[in-house]
């Protein structure tokens, strides 16, 4: 039975189908076989997979060599010396570790709500009876009855169906209701989309009703397929994330080996083993930027703040600065770049063009000639027929409630609706002055609907028809001309406009009507399958965002590039992709078009040469969950860094697997959320510009707090090592070190977090996903603020001692020769490249809170008794602050003229920050 679930079920006839699942259309499974299935089956349910524990979690936040440097100097400290020192060093890990957990846990809801998309009832034949059950409890072999407004519970082969018409969107970015038909005999080799005998469980049924047998459950339907691509796709790791491991390494080589230096020196100067293990131990920690994980955790968090104001809520910490060095967006079609509001903007009446402006459900816009000249000030007698007969011959309803436009039924008739009301129609007068009495509905054989009206006050009968052009074509032997005058049918024209329709990617509709006796009170085929009277076409398509293309112009700018992957039909990719300016022209035959691929010819791609497709193509049509993860992962593989956009349950795949997946936050389903790192509360396109913006600042003010908080490690360190080389006592102690770390990052350091956006970000290149985190030139600035430092606090420390200070005096002074180099490159980090005058004070007023925090800080370290006693400080004098200010400002302007001899070559390479 379970070889069953892999068979090409639209392949095969619905009498086929019945005979292998051993079941008949008219009694169902009788109650012990389904119980016999239940059990081989299992429930009609998505399996839940479970993430990593709360605990688990909270263990990752500690697998950081460096902090497993921190902890080991922890205890050992405890060990061989001050218990206090130990204590503060455990307290600044554990902060940190909480920090990281808060901000940075995920849990993994993907597969729960793709089980919750699967939450429905249906109606069920078993035994012969009719029940209504929980989806759960279906089972391959269960017949069951749909009808308009169901969720389909299940993967289903239709028996048979009238009428029916499925909202696929959701799973196959179809944009316009599919027809699905039992009879239609299928080749077995076909894409999803085009499957016209199956039901997918999770889509919705909009009109009609069928019969059908349920061939797939659970982890068998083609939801549960996508579940299993979620699972499967890694969480890979970000571009921050992997440049603060690869630099994190280097700090841990760097720190190890100068201590193990350290220890060496110390012994080969005949120093005793345990001060010179304690001196390495002070060194080991004086070199890690303990303070700095937290910090640099608070600026993604404000990231997070600042992109939630732009309507982009951030899910996963680090996706706040993955976004700002993305080089590829992958963005879906179907709700994302379009409106998913199917809108008419086409209109061929009385042998004369017109085009509709406006777009979506509400009624705003106007008909013009191919000229430009308005057509609605007066509706000429064909173009008033062609719209009351869109109008009338339609089922879905246009209303204004409480002031909003309201649309209920086809997508496809809300268009007709709109496009009517935009004419000046009014719809409810005109269903008043023409009511219905009488109606042929669509369905798939005959490709048309027709309705019968009562036209006048004298009781003559009028029927309309809209549907598929050839067939409404075939019945009609004359047309209605621009004066209102039946003329004859010029049919190749017809064809060949609408052919150029198609060609731009349009859904075509034809109209026409037919006069009817007065006594005429019902219709049938027979009565419009010959002598109706053409009155046009209307061209419908779902339409383009506005502001998408400015954002996707935008982002071009920005040197990142946008690709379209879509469900939908390769004609209507294509069009949507000129419209918004991915450079597809409508008027090339599609065959022409090298740039837009379909998912047949995906398929016979190698891995290889999908690669080499995914660079050069920048439309990907027909395209299967599958086939979407294979394109992410081909375009990671050349190095790209992916933001892949989406709203169905058919992007959650890909969404996850890119190195960040958008969702659309108000028409996205639940399982393209929990797949997404980040979701757009406005499901607006043009926010992602917003958010690659933000995400570009964030980046920005990360490199700023990381530059600026390397060197005091690194003079620090040097310190130590010129103490034990000389032989000397140490200018500073352990715990000072721990205070400098500490306090300076979370006072200076944050309000660098608070930075404004610098001018022109989105005029730069992305990132290299391959770039180190810090270049030449910032090693360079890093190691000149290092050794200034050194020069300056070890200065410091030897002028008070040959000028007879105390030792505790010469160490504040130290400390306090540190903080103010400290303070005064804080400012020349407020910008890596631009002078400190360009830059300005007001921009970030929290730096003078920040400087006025700390000197005062620096005043109760000095001074206060306590603080003395702690961290074995002594009060200094006038002279002494004398001396660090100006060592701080000399070393500040010597940073700033090393600054300006940078910055041609940082705006050369377009690097900027």
Request: hydrophobic share 50%.
């Amino acid at each position: 039975m379970q070889t069953l679930l892999e068979r090409h079920w639209h392949h095969l006839s619905a009498e086929a189908v019945l005979e292998l699942l051993d079941t008949t259309a008219g009694t169902g499974l009788d109650q012990f076989e389904v119980r016999r299935r239940q059990q081989h089956f299992g429930r009609n349910e998505i399996s839940p997979r479970r993430g990593p524990s709360r605990l688990t979690r909270f263990a990752a936040q500690f697998r950081n060599p460096l902090i497993i440097v921190l902890l080991g100097s922890s205890a050992i400290t405890a060990l061989i010396k001050d218990p206090v020192d130990a204590v503060i060093i455990l307290a600044v890990v554990l902060i940190n570790a909480v920090i990281g957990y808060v901000q940075e846990a995920k849990a993994e809801k993907a597969i729960e709500a793709l089980a919750q998309s699967m939450t429905t009832e249906a109606t069920v034949l078993r035994a012969g009876e009719r029940l209504r059950l929980s989806a759960a409890e279906l089972v391959p072999g269960d017949v069951v009855e749909i009808q308009a407004g169901d969720k389909v519970p299940a993967d289903l082969r239709l028996v048979r169906s009238r009428d029916l018409q499925v909202a696929e969107a959701a799973l196959t970015g179809e944009s316009a209701p599919v027809t699905k038909d039992g009879e239609d005999r299928l080749p077995a080799e076909l894409a999803l989309a085009e499957r016209r005998t199956m039901l997918y469980a999770s889509t919705l049924v909009t009109y009609g009703q069928g019969l059908a047998v349920v061939v797939a459950t659970g982890d068998g339907t083609e939801v549960g397929r996508i579940s299993q691509l979620i699972t499967a796709a890694a969480d890979l790791q970000t571009p921050l994330t992997a440049r603060i491991a690869a630099f994190t390494r280097v700090i841990l080589y760097a720190v190890l080996a100068l201590a193990g230096l350290t220890f060496a020196v110390g012994l080969l100067r005949g120093q005793p083993a345990l001060d010179t293990f304690t001196a390495a131990v002070a060194l080991a920690v004086a070199m890690i930027p303990e303070g700095l994980p937290a910090a640099l955790t608070v600026t993604l968090a404000i990231g997070v703040a600042r992109m939630a104001r732009r309507r982009a809520i951030i899910r996963r910490l680090p996706a706040v600065e993955t976004l700002g060095g993305a080089t590829v967006i992958c963005s879906d079609k179907t709700g994302t770049l379009t409106q998913n509001q199917m809108t008419t903007q086409r209109v061929i009446a009385g042998g004369r063009p017109y085009r509709v402006t406006g777009a979506g459900y509400e009624p705003n816009g106007d008909l013009r000639h191919e000229s430009g000249v308005l057509a609605t000030d007066t509706l000429g007698p064909a173009l008033r027929e062609c719209l009351v007969a869109g109008l009338l011959c339609n089922d879905a309803e246009l209303v204004r409630e409480e002031g909003q436009w309201q649309a209920h039924g086809d997508p496809t008739e809300i268009a007709l609706l709109v496009v009517a009301a935009k004419a000046g129609l009014d719809l409810v007068s005109l269903r008043g002055e023409s009511p219905r009495l009488d109606a042929v509905p669509f369905d798939s054989q005959h490709q048309y609907m027709a309705t019968l009206h009562t036209a006048d006050e004298q009781g003559t009968r009028v029927a309309y028809v809209k549907g598929a052009l050839e067939v409404v074509l075939a019945r009609c032997d004359r047309a209605l001309g621009e004066n209102g005058v039946e003329d004859a049918l010029n049919a190749e024209q017809v064809r060949a406009e609408a052919d150029q329709l198609a060609a731009e990617g349009l859904r075509v509709l034809a109209l026409a009507r037919k006069a009817a006796a007065p006594s005429t009170a019902t219709l049938s085929h027979d009565d419009v399958a010959s002598g109706l009277v053409f009155l046009g076409v209307q061209a419908i398509i779902d339409p383009p965002r506005a502001e998408v293309i400015a954002a996707l112009r935008a982002c071009r700018e920005a040197g990142i590039q946008v690709k379209m992957i879509t469900g939908d039909h390769p004609l209507t990719a294509a069009a949507i992709a000129a419209q918004v300016g991915l450079g597809v022209a409508p008027d090339v035959p599609a065959e022409a078009r090298p740039h837009v691929l379909a998912g047949h010819q995906l398929a016979a791609l190698s891995d290889t040469q999908l690669v080499e497709a995914a660079a050069e193509v920048a439309v990907f049509a027909r395209v299967s969950p599958e086939q979407k993860l294979r394109l992410v992962e081909a375009l990671q593989a050349r190095g790209n860094v992916v933001a892949m956009t989406g709203d169905g349950v058919n992007d959650g795949p890909a969404l996850k697997q890119a190195d960040i997946g958008i969702a659309m936050g108000i028409a996205g389903t639940e399982v393209a959320k929990e797949a997404a790192d980040m979701v757009l509360t406005d499901d607006n396109f043009a926010t992602i510009e917003a958010a690659v913006e933000e995400g570009r600042g964030v980046f920005d003010n990360l490199m700023k707090i990381i530059v600026w908080a390397l060197p005091t490690n690194l003079g620090q360190g040097l310190i130590l090592l010129l103490a034990i080389v000389l032989g000397i006592a140490l200018p500073i102690l352990p715990v000072q070190i721990l205070w400098i770390n500490t306090v300076t990052a979370g006072v200076l350091g944050l309000v660098l977090a608070l930075e404004p956006r610098e001018p022109g970000l989105m005029s730069r290149p992305p990132r290299a996903p391959d770039a180190p985190l810090l270049t030449r030139d910032l090693v360079a600035r890093v190691a000149l603020v290092g050794v200034l430092m050194l020069t300056g606090a070890f200065g410091l420390y030897e002028v008070a001692i040959h000028a007879g200070r105390d030792v505790a005096v010469a160490r504040t002074l130290a400390v306090n020769a540190i903080v103010g180099i400290e303070i005064a490159y804080l400012f020349n980090c407020r910008s890596l490249h631009r002078p400190l005058w360009a830059v300005g004070i007001s921009s970030n007023p929290s730096v003078l809170v920040g400087v006025a925090i700390m000197i005062a800080l620096q005043l109760l370290f000095s001074y206060a008794p306590l603080m003395n006693t702690i961290f074995l400080t002594a009060p200094v004098g006038q002279i002494e602050w004398v001396w660090v200010l100006v060592v701080s400002l000399a070393a500040g302007l010597m940073v700033e003229a090393q600054k300006a001899l940078q910055s041609r070559s940082w705006r050369s390479r377009g690097q900027g920050v």
